[in-house]
């Protein structure tokens, strides 16, 4: 009998904000298994960034910065897959690169 209704914060729990210790209207949420981290879309704050999973984290790094990011995947080489809503494209990122490669759509709204 598994009790669901309570969780335990695992990036962000600092209130709404653009510090390195907040999120601001995140959307989507992956795993990166490699690096046993959280990567997330922090869309208010138009970022990806990237959470250990390791007890005692406080804070994200940034992956990438200025990107008006909705969702997230990750395919088996560890590129990274970012949609954005506002420019109704997908781009794909080599980790630790901040200009992505367009794979789809890019043309306005």
């Known amino acids: 009998n598994g ?9 962000g729990g600092n209130g709404q904000g653009n510090r390195l210790n ?11 298994k490699e690096t046993d981290s959280l990567i997330i879309c922090d869309a208010e704050n138009l ?12 804070q994200g790094e ?3 910065d200025n990107i008006d990011c909705y969702g ?9 897959y970012v949609s954005a809503h506002a420019t109704q494209e997908v781009r794909r990122y080599k ?5 992505g490669t367009l794979v789809a759509g890019g043309n306005g709204e």
């Open 62 to 64: 940034i992956l990438i």
């Open 3 to 11: 009790d669901t209704t309570n969780g335990q914060v695992v990036a």
């Open 95 to 99: 980790l630790g690169e901040n200009i």
């Open 72 to 80: 997230l995947a990750m395919d088996e080489q560890r590129y990274l």
């Open 22 to 32: 907040q999120l601001n209207g995140p959307t989507d949420v992956l795993i990166g």
């Open 47 to 58: 970022r990806v960034v990237r959470w250990s999973r390791c007890s005692g984290t406080t």
